[in-house]
Nanobody
Framework: QVQLVESGGGLVQAGGSLRLSCTAS????????MAWFRQAPGKEREFAVA????????YYDDSVKDRFTISRDNAKNMVYLQMNSLKPEDTAVYYC???????????????????WGQGTQVTVSS
């Protein structure tokens, strides 16, 4: 069982930066590949970025590549999302998710993730 809590969202102007954090409970955190998804108003939840269990491999959606950076600290049970050069279209609720054990790392499907946080709102003004 893993419980996830996101923090760090807020309101920022276009071109600005935010850093999201995801705090995980449980002693088995390092067994899970992790990801960030986002959901804009009126749209489906979409994949943004994933990171492997050890943090060596990452996979980005084209919409955030070269602007967002995912990282993790297994000793602290933390996952981070550094977001730079933010755009109004990045406005969404951002969710941290833990991938199902045994799944292929970096799945873009929300159905592959067993544990979710409550989400944190990111609003980018133009």
């Amino acid at each position: 069982q893993v419980q996830l809590v996101e923090s760090g969202g807020g309101l920022v102007q276009a071109g600005g930066s935010l850093r999201l954090s995801c705090t995980a409970s449980g002693r088995t955190f390092s067994r899970y590949a992790m990801a960030w998804f986002r959901q804009a108003p009126g749209k489906e939840r979409e994949f943004a970025v994933a990171i492997s269990r050890g943090g060596v491999s990452t996979y980005y959606d084209d919409s955030v590549k070269d602007r967002f950076t995912i990282s993790r600290d297994n000793a602290k049970n933390m996952v981070y999302l550094q977001m730079n050069s933010l755009k109004p279209e990045d406005t969404a609720v951002y969710y941290c998710a833990a991938e199902r054990l045994g799944s292929t790392y970096g799945s873009r499907s929300a159905a592959s993730y067993d544990y979710w946080g409550q989400g944190t709102q990111v609003t980018v003004s133009s």
